[in-house]
């Protein structure tokens, strides 16, 4: 153990990180050899894409996850106007978590795994979906709510037709911040024993620093092209129901 | 620091940390219990120094955040062009992941605190900048009016009038940007940052009165935090309680 570290201390002196992009950038369309691997190649754009892919199927795991969980108690909290402080105590207290012990202790807890990680995240996901839910449905014009109600349409119909789609707005803000931290999250899902992006970052022995910079940047795209996708997203959906509002 | 990173890295994780100092903790490991009591009361002072070491980066890194990003909203106040390119731009810099944001500053500044309070103040931008400009944007106009009125210039409108009045917004904000810094600080120990983050890298993920530990004192910090800027803006904004009661 010792003179293993004092190697790679002594590699480290020797050898400063000299990470660059277009180091990285090779790393990510062409394999490399490694010096840890056995003459086995790493890096190359099919790497990449399996690793993306990986870590975005744990995403849409626990973002679905999340959304069961949280939609329904958010949604319904909302439409009665009851449990503001329940809501705001989960928004709260889900912003204090501590990610990297929650993943550890879920890891501990209940073992390695997909299943296991997607728990973990999906636990993230929430507070954000909750709080949303409820104050995108609370804030909307009571005016509006009770002519529905007068119209004769039902609670669920009120919630479908008038509610949710007043509420777009806010409830995709929930949902972005959710997608956010989950794809976040899922970068140090590999501690956890699911490979993701993040392994480039966190295996720096095995991936050199130019995988190091090449996860970093492969990690900040894929979060960037969620967020902005979910963006778009957004806009469409809300002017549709805002369209569709007074026909 | 380097070695926890390798440790956590080549999977030898559950040593080091736990083991290196003393041998009579095996047994605790090894019933894996859930808390382990007599490990806790007798190792709990190893978890000063992270302590420490994960206040000072969250204070650092939300103060450089509150400068900067106050200084921001002030100047797209005064220029309303710079709100959307801000807006866009604390935005892009809010959702990069921490743990890729560390390292695409590993190039410029290398493995260390300074790399993780760069990534954790970039962070706070966002969500402190939108805030204070909620908060601007939610002073009435009439009292902007009134204060004009009575003679005051701009400046004394901002300070004396927009200010205070958008104290609540700015203060929401800044809660919820320490609270959120110091849940993520924890990933600072991926970067050679130091904080709450490294016991758990170092000790790995199967000792988990460990995780337990380092995990809660990080939440209780985030939570005591919060609710200490709570009861400062409450003390800073009397005219809101009298407004509620």
Known sequence: MATREAGVIGALLLNPPLASIQGAIEFIFTPQTSNVTGGKTVGGIDQVIELTLSQLELTVFALALSLVVAMPIGLYLGHRGTGELFATVIGNAGRAIPELALIAFMAALIGVGVLNLTIALAVLGIPPLLTNAFVGIHQVDRAAVDAARGMGMTEFEILRKVEIPLAIPTLFAGIRSATIAIVATATIAPIAGVLTLGDFIINQNVYGDNGVLAGAILVALLALTLEFGLASLQRRLTSKGLKLKPA | ?245
């Open chain 2, 1 to 245: 620091m380097a070695n926890g990173v390798l440790l956590a890295a080549t999977g030898e994780v559950g040593k080091g940390f736990i083991q290196e100092r003393s041998s009579d903790t095996l047994p605790c490991q090894a019933t894996d219990k859930l808390f382990c009591w007599e490990w806790a009361s007798e190792h709990i002072d190893r978890y000063a120094t992270p302590t420490l070491q994960h206040l000072e980066l969250v204070a650092i890194s939300v103060l450089i955040g509150f400068i900067v990003a106050f200084t921001l909203a002030l100047l797209a106040h005064r220029h309303h062009w710079l709100q959307p390119p801000l807006l866009a731009g604390t935005g892009v810099l809010y959702t990069i992941p921490s743990v890729a944001f560390f390292f695409l500053l590993l190039p410029l500044t290398g493995r260390g605190e300074d790399t993780a309070i760069i990534a954790l103040s970039a962070y706070t931008l966002q969500i402190i900048f939108r805030n204070t400009m909620v908060g601007f944007a939610n002073v009435p106009k009439a009292v902007v009016d009134a204060a004009r009125g009575m003679g005051q210039t701009d400046r004394q409108i901002l300070w004396r009038v927009e200010l205070p009045l958008a104290t609540p917004e700015i203060f929401a904000g800044l809660q919820v940007a320490t609270v959120s810094t110091v849940a993520i600080a924890t990933l600072a120990a991926f970067a050679g940052g130091g904080g709450l983050g490294e016991p758990i890298l170092k000790g790995g993920i199967s000792f988990k009165t460990n995780l337990i530990i380092a995990g809660g004192i990080a939440f209780l910090i985030a939570v005591i935090l919060g609710l200490v800027l709570f009861a400062v803006q409450r003390f800073l904004t009397p005219w809101q309680r009298a407004r509620q009661a």
